[in-house]
């Protein structure tokens, strides 16, 4: 979306992991460190009057650490918003209070996906404590605890998200995957590795943010949002000006307004400062 002469952007959506936080190499999890840069940027868009928004794939325990490293505030001594679980969870901090959530049924997509890939894992989030799961994760790719459970009793009843993961697989195996089953009824979203996010029709981190905006009394032209991953792609086709970091994938990349800086170069910092220098 082309932005007028002058914009200001009155919310700041941001990504997390790959944009506010820097991947550690090789693994699935990134440094729980905010630089210094970006901090101070945050923190010049919070004195202007703006709105600083999170908006993850990660559940809502995963993202209450970040909102602290940040010393995220609202505005008039408002609690700050959160977009969680890829836009299926919002909730306002501190303390933590969800305001709305999506569930649906998992179970065919669930299961159509292992029929194909029978050694996958599956993570149901459980909100608070960290997640159920059919066998536990790679260390570090999942916050919170890990209750190991039976796979029909992950799925038996409405979920807002369930996590997909193959350590034997790659990402392209899994792009091709999701779209030759479908997966009816559900969203679906290719992580940065063999990593599939489902959640319900029509929720996405764009449809979790226009919520928000809403109750701000705002649109999406007010919105700036930042991300590098394909579950960003929603959110930054949607708001007034979506930028890509610089280590973006391709397809994410040919649907931003721009690309800035990468993770390792504070790149949101950058574009950032192009409106709250």
């Given at each position: 979306m082309s932005t007028p002469e002058g914009w200001q952007p009155k919310i700041i959506a941001l990504d997390i992991d790959g944009t506010l936080l820097k991947w550690v190499e090789g693994a699935g999890m990134t440094h729980?460190?905010?630089?210094?840069?970006?901090?101070?940027?945050?923190?010049r868009v919070l004195d202007a009057g703006a709105h600083v928004v999170l908006a993850s794939g990660r559940s809502p325990h995963g993202m209450t650490p970040i909102a602290d490293l940040l010393d995220l505030r609202g505005q008039d001594g408002q609690r700050v918003w959160v977009v969680a679980s890829n836009g299926a969870v919002i909730f306002r901090y501190p303390p933590m209070d969800v305001v709305r959530e999506e569930t649906f049924d998992a179970g065919p997509a669930v299961r159509a996906v292992l029929e194909r890939q029978p050694n996958a894992i599956v993570a149901v989030e459980e909100r608070g404590i960290g997640y159920r799961v059919s066998t536990p994760f790679p260390d570090g790719e999942l916050s919170g605890d890990m209750i190991v459970t039976p796979i029909e009793d992950l799925v038996a009843g409405p979920v807002s998200r369930v996590i997909i993961r193959d350590p034997e697989s790659s990402a392209d195996e899994f792009v091709a995957l999701a779209a030759d089953l479908g997966l009816h009824g559900t969203n679906y979203v290719v992580g940065w590795t063999a990593w599939l996010d489902l959640?319900?029709?029509?929720?996405?981190?764009?449809?979790?943010?226009?919520?928000?905006?809403?109750?701000?009394g705002l649109t999406r032209a007010d919105v700036l949002a930042i991300g590098d991953g394909r579950n960003d792609i929603e959110m930054l086709q949607w708001a007034g000006r979506g930028v890509a970091m610089g280590q973006s994938v391709q397809e994410v990349i040919d649907v931003a307004d721009a690309v800035t800086g990468s993770v390792y170069e504070d790149g949101a910092a950058t574009e950032l400062d192009r409106y709250f220098a």
């Open positions: 729980e460190q905010i630089e210094p840069a970006v901090y101070d940027a945050v923190h959640s319900p029709v029509g929720v996405s981190k764009a449809s979790g943010l226009e919520y928000v905006a809403r109750e701000l």
